[in-house]
């Protein structure tokens, strides 16, 4: 991040804009929204910035800029119509350190001016560092359908709010936990509308329940990867979290729809590393619920398949502290969607199989006698390092040895990678294509035209 984005306070602030045609007049369309003194000097200007001037909303100096004009400024707009002359004055601003904007000339800016949805006092500023105003202006220009007019009323109604929460509640982290319950996972543009007394109820209604949720665990499903497999509670519980205490897996898309006062703890077990116990992640589970704090337990997938969530659970039941579970999208699912494969077909496969490919002694064994008939199906979770097992395994109890497989690596992510494979060559397969992230085992699931492409008429 070249530009750091920051609300200035323009209260009796001197903001000199040098120039008076079209370009400083964009500039001050915006400038004259805030509560700084605004001087424009130009010999001319043009009719909306004179009518501007004649209604004393910026004071217009009618000569040509001197350097003595930047005294006192505290930022300045080389606006006029002549590059020259604003590279020269922009130089001068910077050697006196003032912060400077030249129309149409990035280098010689200080600052550049964000797009702005202006729902004050409610301010989205879009910037691109200059790479794509184009974008800037596209999302501008979505934001400003999605943003109500209300908006601005609405956080001036919850500015009242606050100050009433704030006598009840004197902690800050309490308070923003109980906003964060107000706000999270709601349907922003719907809420944004709700009338005073609604909010007002809320509010109260939460206030009167305000330790319901304090001190508990909650196991969130993260699913594959991709943020947009989340579900709409998993997003909730992220948002409104105190800890949130997160495996490998867990993608940073995910983590970053937590708050950012949030704590953040990393327990993730790396396959053939030392890491942190199974112990040790109850104890902090534990141990971070009965300080009162809301504890997110964030797994990948589905935080009930092969995410050891019975001895988490255990271990919270015992000392009586509750816990709740979000499901997510687990990884086969997401791996089959990947490949447009039906997990179950009628007349081909009843049932599916969930596999680890390990368990704690080793390589896990199997009921490999139905899963070798012709027609079985499988998923194999944690397989990757066991395919060369999982293969012997499978063809000595007789499943052909041109039985389709299909690996899925990273599913859901934008790295992603679909092996087409066959029992037969597996091994060799996974190595050849350089698969070592988490990947799904589809067993019996073979490649299936694109369901977008078109069959070529022959
Ligand atoms: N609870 C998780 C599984 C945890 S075990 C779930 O429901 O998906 C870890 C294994 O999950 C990995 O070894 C890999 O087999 C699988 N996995 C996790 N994320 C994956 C992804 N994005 N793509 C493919 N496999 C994934």
């Not at 909730?236 to 940073?252: F, K, P, Q």
């Not at 990947?338 to 080793?362: C, E, M, Q, V």
Request: net charge negative.
């Amino acid at each position: 991040m070249q530009y750091l984005p920051i609300h200035f306070d323009t209260r009796g602030a001197k903001i000199l804009v040098v120039g008076g045609g079209p370009a400083a007049e964009a500039k001050l369309r915006t400038l004259l929204k805030t509560e700084a003194n605004i001087i424009v000097v130009d010999t001319s200007v043009g009719p909306e910035v004179a009518r501007w001037a004649e209604h004393g909303k910026l004071e217009w100096i009618k000569r040509d800029y001197k350097d003595s004009d930047l005294e006192g400024a505290s930022l300045v707009y080389a606006a006029t119509e002549d590059d020259a002359i604003n590279a020269v004055i922009a130089e001068a601003a910077s050697a006196r350190q003032i912060p400077v904007n030249a129309a149409d000339q990035k280098e010689a800016c200080r600052f550049i001016t964000p797009a702005l949805v202006d729902r004050a006092p409610v301010l989205v500023s879009i910037g691109t560092e200059g790479t794509s105003p184009a974008l800037a202006r596209a999302l501008k220009a979505d934001l400003e359908t999605k943003l109500p007019p209300e908006t601005g009323e609405f956080a001036l109604k919850t500015k009242q709010l606050r100050d009433k929460v704030k006598v009840i509640m004197p902690d800050l982290a309490d308070r923003q936990r109980f906003w964060a319950r107000i706000f999270g996972g709601k349907d922003l543009s719907a809420m944004l509308r709700v009338p005073r007394e609604t909010l007002e109820a809320e509010v109260e209604a939460e206030l009167a329940g305000r330790d319901e949720s304090a001190g508990k665990v909650i196991l969130v499903g993260a699913g594959p990867g991709n943020p947009d497999m989340l579900t709409t509670a998993a997003r909730r519980a992220l948002h409104a979290a105190d800890v949130i205490v997160y495996d490998r897996l867990v993608s940073d898309g995910v983590l970053e729809l937590g708050r950012r006062e949030a704590e953040y703890v990393y327990v993730g077990k790396t396959p053939g590393e030392p890491s942190i116990g199974q112990t040790a992640i109850n104890e902090i589970l534990v141990e971070k619920a009965r300080e009162g704090l809301a504890v997110v337990r964030l797994k990948s997938g589905d935080p009930l398949i092969f995410g050891r969530a019975d001895e988490e659970i255990d271990a919270l039941q015992a000392v009586d502290i509750p816990v709740e579970i979000i499901p997510g999208i687990t990884s086969a699912a997401a791996a089959a969607a990947a490949i447009n494969a039906s997990l179950t077909t009628r007349g081909t496969n009843k049932a599916i199989s969930f596999l680890t490919g390990h368990d704690a002694k080793g390589f896990a064994e199997q009921d490999w006698v139905s899963l070798a008939r012709p027609g079985g199906r499988a998923a194999v979770y944690m397989g990757v390092g066991a395919a060369r097992f999982i293969q012997g395994r499978l063809m000595l109890h007789g499943a052909e040895s041109d039985r389709p497989v299909t690996v899925v690596e990273n599913a859901s992510r934008p790295n992603q990678i679909i092996t087409y494979t066959t029992l037969r060559n597996l091994p060799e397969d996974l190595v050849a294509a350089g698969i070592k992230g988490p990947a799904i085992l589809l067993i019996g699931y073979a490649e299936r035209r694109s369901l977008t492409e078109k069959r070529l008429a022959v």
